[in-house]
């Protein structure tokens, strides 16, 4: 790792040019909180004596319970006389709490004061000795009043320092096993997370919350060993509990903080909740601490290649040995080959190659990269396809602010922002644009470009608002105004757009109305409230087939809409009298016409139009009629025929019936499909697809 490493690069590489980030590695310096490092000048060395036990960064429970402490009871008896503990024998006490001399050791008859932890063989005390020591101890605690110790264990038992005990913690009769359990560090599973008091890595200790008796062995797993730890975390994480996993490694990190493996598993487990970009700090954080570990660069190309980071990528997966394949080096360099297309389509505005270049990017796997998503919903934006860069960058990562300046720079993020700020605007969200921008200000404040997005964001959302409230005070033409003036500073925001067709509306500027609805429908097609004000606009200037095409639209997106449907019905009348058709038998809300005659069935197969009929028994199956009575209710302008096999046998054998029930679709005359009475889908879809 001495040779060249991309973490330390300034700059993002070859996105450069279209983020601008800056490198978000820190510089380390030589103080205190570096890891020291070893060499033949400064040796650090760890005295091993019968009296000190305690782990670096862990507990004390290694002196607490070592054999090895009973091996000599002789041994420096001169300076501290040792009374042997067995576990039916009294425990001894520091007398100084007595008011004494702190050397001197006084024998305590059984049920009388408080000692501290029992000395005895470590392989002799398995999960039920060591709760059966925890509960005595807890126990005793509780019934006297007098001071604890302050190990490191005694923390984990009892939650407070020794001495400062908590509140809630002084119920003298409290002495069953859930009374120690509530003290106990409890597993993700029965905390989750947080960030409040009690914490223990990541794990909030709910206070006096009760823990099920299942649950004791995962409490006392919470003072086991950190490869214990790691290995019940693994367990989880194989049976998709990923959260339960993390806790587990964040428990080992706290007693070993040098062991690269559990950074590297609880980067695994933040990867699989989806967390990204921590995870990508854990496994820098254990190539730190052993930098040849191969599986830790493996999982950080991983990363980075998700990340849209190709050049890293390639980089780890170089330096992960045997746990890399050739497929993944020929994928980080796929991917970066579509990069440096993306760098020159962007160069060159080329927004249809970005677009493709982009596409590309993500599916060589770039599914998690905020700046792949952000240039294709620019390249959209650029394109005049508002609704798919609001969509594109719906389906982009969901990291935070914080996340990504950190990973990215705030330059980097800047940029994201503005394009998030330009997304909201077309959309309009324009609350939201304008708090996008402002922190998009904050991250860099020295690029232009941000400034003018800045003012543009907030005077479209003031010209939306002051248009609004002219609106509501029936000041239509002053109202018009103030939406032009937005459009001014957003020519294409179909909101703005919209709302100034319904000022011209009012005004009764319809074909001034008709061209802002159909301007914002271009670069958002399923805009329904543009489509509806167009509807109108053109039924007011007699524009029959226009209206109804849109009201047909609008009445399949909401079939149970009555007042769509009733437009659409009285378009429909005005439609049929104006090419000169028979009118007499349109009835708004009418469910299907039963055929009563061979003439009645020529009348409406033959007219001008469009018939869809049923032919089935009378006991034909129920859902049928209901679904074909739904159809009615959605297409108006279809005529919905039911004929019934017993009454026109001749029907049957000239229309060339096989089996019922069965669909016939007919237009201005012709039969043009025959779809069988079970297949509803494809019924709709064809019915859809010849009334249009």
Request: with cysteine; net charge positive; charged share 25%.
């Amino acid at each position: 790792m001495a040779g060249y490493s991309p973490e330390k690069k300034s700059g993002c590489g070859l996105l450069s040019g279209l983020f601008r980030r800056r490198s978000f590695w820190p510089r380390r310096n030589n103080s205190s909180s570096s890891l020291p490092t070893t060499n033949s000048d400064n040796v650090l060395k760890v005295m091993s004596t019968t009296n000190s036990k305690r782990r670096r960064g862990g507990s004390d429970e290694t002196a607490f319970l070592d054999s090895s402490n009973l091996a000599d009871p002789l041994q420096n008896s001169a300076e501290k006389p040792i009374i042997k503990a067995t576990l039916n024998h009294p425990k001894t006490t520091h007398s100084n709490y007595q008011g004494r001399t702190s050397s001197s050791i006084t024998k305590v008859a059984p049920n009388q004061g408080q000692g501290q932890g029992r000395r005895v063989p470590k392989e002799a005390i398995g999960i039920s000795g060591e709760l059966e020591n925890i509960i005595a101890e807890h126990q005793r605690s509780k019934g006297s009043g007098n001071l604890v110790r302050a190990s490191s264990s005694n923390v984990m038992l009892f939650g407070h320092l020794g001495n400062l005990r908590m509140p809630g913690n002084s119920n003298s009769n409290s002495n069953s096993t859930t009374n120690v359990l509530n003290h106990l560090p409890k597993t993700a599973r029965e905390t989750g997370y947080g960030n409040g008091n009690g914490v223990m890595g990541n794990i909030v200790r709910k206070a006096n919350e009760e823990q099920p008796a299942g649950s004791l062995c995962r409490a006392l797993s919470t003072r086991m060993d950190p490869e214990a730890l790691k290995a019940m975390g693994n367990e989880d994480y194989k049976d998709g509990r990923f959260a339960e996993a993390l806790a587990l490694y964040d428990r080992a990190i706290s007693v070993d903080p040098n062991k690269a493996s559990y950074r590297s598993n609880k980067s695994a487990a933040l990867t699989a909740l989806g967390r990204l970009l921590e995870a990508v700090f854990e496994c820098r954080e254990a190539i730190r601490i052993e930098p040849s570990y191969h599986r830790a660069h493996h999982r950080l190309a991983t990363l980075y290649l998700r990340l849209g980071e190709g050049e890293k990528a390639l980089y780890h997966y170089k330096q992960a040995g045997p746990e890399a394949e050739s497929t993944n080096i020929a994928q980080a360099q796929d991917l970066q080959s579509h990069l440096i297309k993306c760098t020159e389509a962007r160069k060159l505005r080329d927004w249809h190659t970005l677009l493709k270049e982009t596409g590309c990017a993500i599916s060589s796997g770039a599914d998690s990269a905020p700046q792949m998503f952000a240039l294709q919903a620019e390249a959209l934006l650029k394109l005049r396809r508002h609704e798919e860069a609001d969509a594109t960058l719906t389906k982009g990562p969901a990291f935070d602010v914080d996340s990504c300046t950190k990973f990215f720079g705030a330059v980097g993020n800047a940029n994201l922002l503005l394009i998030r700020t330009q997304v909201d605007m077309v959309a309009g969200r324009f609350e939201e644009a304008v708090a996008a921008a402002q922190r998009a200000a904050r991250l860099d404040s020295t690029n232009k470009e941000v400034s003018a997005v800045v003012r543009r964001a907030r005077a479209v959302a003031s010209a939306r608002s002051n248009g609004n409230e002219l609106f509501k005070a029936s000041r239509f033409s002053e109202a018009c105004v103030a939406y032009g003036e937005g459009l001014e500073n957003e020519p294409f925001n179909s909101v703005l757009l919209c709302n100034r067709a319904a000022c011209r509306s009012k005004l009764g500027q319809f074909e001034k109305a008709v061209e802002d609805c159909t301007t914002a429908l271009n670069v958002r097609p399923s805009y329904s409230k543009a489509r509806l004000r167009r509807a109108d606009c053109n039924a007011k200037l007699e524009r029959w087939e226009a209206s109804v095409q849109d009201y047909e639209m609008l009445i399949r997106e909401t079939p149970g809409d009555e007042e769509v449907g009733r437009a659409l019905f009285e378009a429909q009348v005005q439609l049929k009298k104006q090419r000169g058709e028979d009118v007499k038998d349109m009835k708004f809300g009418a469910n299907m016409i039963l055929v009563s005659s061979n003439e009645r069935f020529r009348h409406f197969v033959t007219s001008p139009g469009m018939s869809v009929v049923l032919f089935c028994n009378k006991s034909s199956d129920k859902q049928v009629l209901q679904f074909m009575e739904q159809l009615c209710k959605r297409y108006p302008s279809v005529n919905f025929l039911k004929v019934e096999i017993e009454d026109h046998p001749y029907l049957v054998k000239s229309e060339g019936v096989s089996s019922v029930p069965a669909f016939k679709i007919y237009k201005n005359g012709s039969r043009v499909k025959e779809i069988p009475g079970s297949d509803h889908e494809y019924l709709e879809s064809s019915v859809k697809f010849y009334s249009t």
